[in-house]
């Protein structure tokens, strides 16, 4: 007769524990190992020695706070912000610049491994890409109570009122500054860009009376439909990136870092190689961040973005900068769908340069995208997980992973951008 609790799963201890962090996720969290379960630890380097306490005991796995670190890891510095940990925005503030780097290798590595079926995927050193700190021109603020604007807190939706932060630029924080928290606003998104002297602060109604913020920049109020209007000025910005002038509004999605766009343009550019007179499509291609400059470089673009803003300042963007460029404002997925079906309504691409949001471009798009057979795709990836899933699909529909490239464009957080080229 067995005993009375044999099978069931034994609950991990809730007292401190000791143990030795061996892992670390793309979440940014160090991984330990308690009786043969993976734990979650935020704040850990991997080989430091660390008593924690379990706070959600899952069959598979769990969670625990960072108690306190016995061995630290020579990698461990001080958090250059004082609302570390509070706040869940940098969670990489524990850990010296380089060796964040060297982790996000690691990471994308591993993803590439695990989730895209690699074996030694040919994975480069993750790049520094400008400053550490002062280098976000848009931040996504929340309002408390009280009114007072600042981060979330990490796994909840506290806020942690705050009043500077240090991955701002300058001219972000100056907006920061002269918004204050006293609009009444529930949400202040704001974006500045030096180089143009355009900002902006959108702000979302709360339940009560909204004072508009004084100062050099325009005011946007977001709508109950999820739409913008201009209170003061046009809510129009501005950016300049490789002697290239690009312009899109509030609700259009720009890189947060100038020296990151910067950089993707390079790293997009030197992916695709000698591309003059080759057909290109770049998908979700958003204002033309990178259209213009292959365009520039001699190709003939296809750029496709369902957003019809963003699709709108494509046209503008290139028109100014004197660039020929062909804009679909068409959702991705429906124009590769018709691209690849049985009457195409379009030449096949030579290049494909895809940079999809965070969910990645899914089975569909990369099932059509390979109907059409490019001979490469250079994809734009800002969730390592999603770049790794589409490179599975990618390979088992006959392209090869030549090369990937991680970008540090947001240290001090986990977030790693990746370009990631593949050949058939």
Request: charge should be negative; hydrophobic fraction near 40%; glycine fraction near 10%.
């Amino acid at each position: 007769m067995s005993a009375p609790n044999a099978g069931r799963r034994q609950p991990l201890p809730r007292q401190p524990v000791e143990a030795v962090i061996d892992g670390f996720t793309h979440g940014g969290e160090g991984v330990a190992r308690l009786e043969g379960k993976a734990v979650f630890v935020p704040g850990t380097i991997p080989g430091e020695r660390v008593r924690l306490r379990v706070t959600d005991d899952r069959k598979r796995w769990a969670r625990a706070d960072l108690v306190e670190v016995l061995e630290p890891s020579a990698d461990r510095v001080t958090p250059p912000c004082p609302y570390v940990p509070d706040c869940g925005g940098c969670d990489l503030q524990h850990i010296a610049p380089d060796a964040q780097r060297q982790l996000k290798t690691r990471v994308v590595i591993e993803q590439l491994e695990r989730l895209g079926g690699l074996t030694d995927p040919p994975v480069r050193p993750c790049r520094a890409v400008g400053p550490d700190v002062g280098y976000r021109t848009h931040a996504q603020l929340h309002a408390d109570d009280d009114g007072r604007l600042g981060f979330h807190r990490a796994g909840s939706h506290d806020v942690v009122p705050i009043d500077r932060c240090l991955v701002l630029t300058d001219a972000t924080q100056a907006v920061r500054d002269a918004v204050g928290d006293d609009t009444g606003a529930v949400e202040v998104a704001l974006r500045a860009h030096e180089a143009t002297g355009t900002a902006t602060a959108q702000l979302t109604p709360g339940p009560g009376p909204l004072e508009l913020p004084d100062g050099g920049f325009d005011v946007v109020l977001t709508q109950p439909n999820g739409s913008t209007v201009a209170l003061r000025g046009d809510g129009e910005l501005a950016e300049e990136i490789d002697g290239l002038s690009f312009g899109f509004d509030a609700s259009s999605f720009f890189q947060v870092t100038t020296h990151g766009a910067h950089a993707i343009i390079e790293a997009v550019l030197d992916a695709v190689g000698q591309i003059r007179g080759a057909l290109v499509w770049d998908l979700y291609a958003g204002v033309g961040l990178l259209s213009l400059p292959l365009v520039r470089a001699g190709a003939e673009v296809v750029a496709v973005e369902g957003h019809p803003p963003a699709a709108a300042h494509a046209v503008t963007n290139a028109a100014e900068n004197n660039l020929d460029l062909e804009v679909v404002a068409e959702d991705v997925a429906t124009m590769t769908a018709r691209a690849a079906g049985p009457t195409p309504d379009r030449d096949p691409p030579d290049v494909v340069v895809l940079d999809p949001p965070r969910s990645g471009a899914g089975a569909q798009v990369i099932e059509d995208l390979t109907r059409v057979t490019p001979a490469s795709v250079v994809y734009v990836a800002c969730d390592v997980a999603a770049l790794a899933r589409d490179t599975r699909l990618l390979t088992e529909r006959g392209y090869r992973l030549v090369e990937a490239i991680p970008l540090d464009l947001f240290p001090m957080t986990h977030h790693v951008e990746v370009v990631a080229t593949f050949a058939r």
